[in-house]
């Protein structure tokens, strides 16, 4: 069975010289990741090997991650860009109407009348609402709100948007 994961930010760089590494996080709370004491780690999100976490500090929304395995400053720089993740499987159950943002990553996107904006490649942080990256003929980026995004199909793996094909 081929196991799926799901990115979870990326390791940016060593901090200090016993083997600590900086964390770019992409989930919605920094805090989500330390949950998982098992993290895998990919240089080419294609080959992923486990990893155990030893401790994790967290300041001002920055995190830090201490691994068993990596004890200085060097070998910490050999794992600089390297993906974080965790197995899709491990993630907590969400409701039907609930979706997590990788699920969307490569969803088709179009409007109310069947415009076809391309498909789903990313997304913002605002603060004040998120907005999905849209990459077609020219990227869009569309509000992620109750009144934008009308339907969600992901067995058709199809977004349905309120959005002028102008924007």
Same mark, same amino acid.
């Given at each position: 069975?081929?196991?799926?994961? @799901?990115?979870?930010?990326?390791?940016?760089?060593?901090?200090?010289?016993?083997?600590? @590494?900086?964390?770019?996080? #992409?989930?919605?709370?920094?805090?989500?990741?330390?949950?998982?004491?098992?993290?895998?780690?990919?240089?080419? +999100?294609?080959?992923?090997?486990?990893?155990?976490?030893?401790?994790?500090?967290?300041?001002?929304?920055?995190?830090?991650?201490? #691994?068993?395995?990596?004890?200085?400053?060097?070998?910490?720089?050999?794992?600089?860009?390297?993906?974080?993740?965790?197995?899709?499987?491990? @993630?907590?159950?969400?409701?039907?109407?609930?979706?997590?943002?990788?699920?969307?990553?490569?969803?088709?996107?179009?409007?109310?009348?069947? #415009? @076809?904006?391309?498909?789903?490649?990313?997304?913002?942080?605002?603060?004040?609402?998120?907005?999905?990256?849209?990459?077609? +003929?020219?990227?869009?980026?569309?509000?992620?709100?109750?009144?934008?995004?009308?339907?969600?199909?992901?067995?058709?793996?199809?977004?349905?948007?309120?959005?002028?094909?102008?924007?």
């Amino acid at each position: 069975m081929k196991e799926d994961y @799901l990115v979870m930010g990326q390791l940016v760089g060593s901090f200090g010289i016993k083997g600590w @590494l900086k964390v770019k996080v #992409f989930t919605e709370k920094v805090e989500t990741l330390e949950d998982y004491k098992e993290w895998f780690i990919s240089s080419d +999100e294609k080959n992923w090997s486990k990893i155990r976490v030893e401790n994790v500090k967290i300041n001002q929304n920055r995190m830090m991650v201490k #691994f068993e395995e990596i004890d200085d400053r060097t070998s910490a720089d050999g794992y600089r860009k390297y993906w974080v993740g965790i197995l899709k499987e491990s @993630l907590p159950k969400l409701d039907g109407n609930e979706f997590y943002w990788n699920d969307l990553i490569g969803c088709e996107v179009q409007n109310i009348n069947g #415009f @076809l904006f391309g498909t789903v490649s990313g997304f913002i942080e605002t603060g004040a609402n998120d907005v999905l990256v849209v990459e077609g +003929e020219k990227q869009r980026l569309i509000p992620y709100t109750k009144m934008t995004v009308k339907k969600i199909e992901l067995k058709r793996q199809q977004i349905i948007v309120d959005w002028d094909e102008s924007f």
